[in-house]
C-alpha cells in the first residue's frame, strides 16, 4: 500500500521562484495536513484540511497557500520562496483517532 | 502556545541497555503519541495513550501517560540498534473546536552494536 505519497522529494529553487509540493493518500482519510521540520524546532504546521473543500491555517502559514484538489490530494505552494522556507515538508492524513497521523516520506526543499 | 519538552535531545547507548525519554509539558493533553522517525522518512506511529496513568506496551518499549494527562515517558529494555532513530511525542487537545496536534523537539537515539 503506497499510505501518502509526496513529490517531489527534493527541490532546489532560487529566491523569489515559486513551487507547488504534491500530496496524495489513497486511505480514503478525510483530514490532511503539511507540516514542515526544522532542527530544533520539532514539527511546525502549516496548514490543514479537515474534510474536502476546506482548508485552515495552523501555526506557521505566511508565504504558503494550499489547495484541498479532492479527497485524495492537498497541495502546498510557495509563491515567491525565500531563503527561510528552506525545510523539509511532511504530508500528512488521518480518519480516526486526533493524534494518529499518517505521514509521507517527506520533500526536502532548499532555497538559495 | 503549548510547548512538549522532551529529555534528553541525544542519546548514545551501547546495544543491550535500559534507557528512558520524557515528554513533559504545562498543559493538558486529550491524548498522547508516540513516533519513531528514521533518516530521510517520515514519522511512524508507534503508540497512543488517553487515559491519566496508562501503560502500554510494545514488545521491549514501555510507554507511560501521567496521571494529569501534561506528560509522558518512553522506556525501552536492551536497546538495539534497530532502535536508532528520532523519537517524537505528540500531544492532541481541542483548540476552537479544531484537534490539535503539538510535536515535541525529539529525542535522537544511537544504539551502537
Known amino acids: 500500500n503506497a499510505g501518502v505519497t509526496q513529490t517531489p522529494k527534493f527541490q532546489v529553487l532560487k529566491t523569489g521562484q515559486s513551487m507547488t509540493l504534491q500530496c496524495a493518500q489513497d486511505m480514503n482519510h478525510n483530514s490532511m495536513y503539511w507540516y514542515r521540520q526544522d532542527p530544533g524546532m520539532g514539527l511546525r504546521l502549516i496548514y490543514y484540511?479537515?474534510?474536502?473543500?476546506?482548508?485552515d491555517k495552523g501555526e506557521v502559514p505566511n508565504g504558503y497557500n494550499v489547495s484541498r484538489l479532492n479527497k485524495r490530494e492537498f497541495s502546498l505552494r510557495l509563491e515567491s520562496a525565500a531563503p527561510s522556507q528552506t525545510s523539509v515538508y511532511f504530508c500528512a492524513s488521518r480518519d480516526g483517532h486526533p493524534g494518529e497521523l499518517f505521514f509521507g516520506e517527506g520533500s526536502r526543499l532548499t532555497v538559495l | 502556545t503549548q510547548l512538549l519538552e522532551q529529555s534528553p535531545q541525544f542519546l548514545s547507548i551501547q546495544e543491550g541497555e535500559n534507557l528512558t525519554v520524557y515528554c513533559n509539558s504545562s498543559s493538558v493533553f486529550s491524548s498522547l503519541q508516540w513516533y519513531r522517525q528514521e533518516p530521510g522518512e517520515g514519522p511512524v506511529l508507534l503508540v497512543t495513550v488517553v487515559t491519566g496513568g496508562e501503560v502500554k506496551k510494545l514488545k521491549r518499549l514501555t510507554f507511560q501517560f501521567g496521571d494529569a494527562r501534561k506528560d509522558s515517558s518512553l522506556h525501552i529494555t536492551a536497546a538495539q540498534p534497530g532502535d536508532t532513530g528520532l523519537y517524537l511525542c505528540a500531544g492532541a487537545s481541542n483548540s476552537g473546536g479544531y484537534q490539535k496536534v503539538t510535536f515535541g523537539t525529539g529525542t535522537k537515539l544511537q544504539v551502537i552494536p
Open positions: 484540511s479537515a474534510s474536502e473543500g476546506t482548508t
